[in-house]
């Protein structure tokens, strides 16, 4: 089965570091893009970045930029979403997607990532 | 960047009507358009990629269209398990990819 699996809640304290992952299985994983998607509580898809398994070539939202890292393992076949510093505003949850070969929408999600980050 | 605008927020449909959503793209994206259904703590599902191809497992009652800049997901009978959020979002040009506000469909 083709999937990508996320790792589970965090609840941080605004300051904290913290490092979400998101793993795929079923498929050639350096063959593919895997993107994250904020949600925050209420609103709509925020999507935050992307990176390339197969070389970690890594694109960010203009709006995100520097306020996370997007990086990966391609030997275990994961990405991982980091932040160095959360804040309150940081709380949503969090989804992984794969970019589809044929074209560029996201074919298979994460079941999500919810952060919490709060003093 | 590419600005979605989807119409109109809240859709209220009566199960077995037809609901029509829309689309709009700031910009052409030609057919680089994809359809997205979430439901309540559910993550999102492709329904469509390329303006108009359904992705795999979708029911035929699910469609779309357009091209450029209007782009329209119809579905042609709501089942109970239709009502949810649909995004729609471009990936003409990217980064960044960017979706739509989303329309909701409720009961009516």
């Known amino acids: 089965e083709v999937q990508v699996v996320q790792s589970g809640a965090e609840v941080k304290k605004p300051g904290e570091s913290l490092k979400i992952s998101c793993k795929g299985s079923?498929?050639?994983?350096?063959?593919?893009?895997i993107g994250w998607v904020r949600q925050m509580p209420g609103k709509g898809l925020e999507w935050m970045g992307i990176?390339?398994?197969?070389?970690?070539?890594?694109r960010y939202s203009p709006s995100l930029q520097g306020q996370v890292t997007i990086s990966a393992d391609k030997s275990i076949g994961t990405a991982y979403l980091q932040w160095s510093s959360l804040k309150a505003s940081d709380t949503a949850m969090y989804y992984c997607?794969?970019?589809?070969?044929?074209?560029?929408?996201?074919?298979?999600w994460g079941q999500g990532t919810l952060v919490t980050v709060s003093s | 960047e590419i600005v979605m605008t989807q119409s109109p927020a809240t859709l209220s449909v009566s199960p077995g009507e037809r609901a029509t959503l829309s689309c709009r793209a700031s910009?052409?994206?030609?057919?680089?358009l994809a359809w997205y259904q979430q439901k309540p703590g559910q993550a999102p599902r492709l329904l469509i990629y390329?303006?108009?191809t359904r992705a795999t497992g979708i029911p035929a009652r699910f469609s779309g269209s357009g091209s450029g800049t209007e782009f329209t997901l119809t579905i042609s009978s709501l089942q109970s398990e239709d009502f949810a959020v649909y995004y729609c979002?471009?990936?003409?040009?990217?980064?960044?990819?960017?979706f739509g506000g989303g329309t909701k469909v409720e009961i009516k």
């Open positions: 997607a794969r970019l589809g070969r044929l074209h560029d929408a996201f074919d298979i």
């Open positions: 079923g498929y050639s994983f350096t063959n593919y893009w």
């Open positions: 990176i390339y398994l197969g070389d970690s070539d890594t």
């Open positions: 910009q052409s994206v030609s057919s680089n």
């Open positions: 390329g303006a108009s």
């Open positions: 979002q471009q990936y003409k040009n990217w980064p960044p990819l960017t």
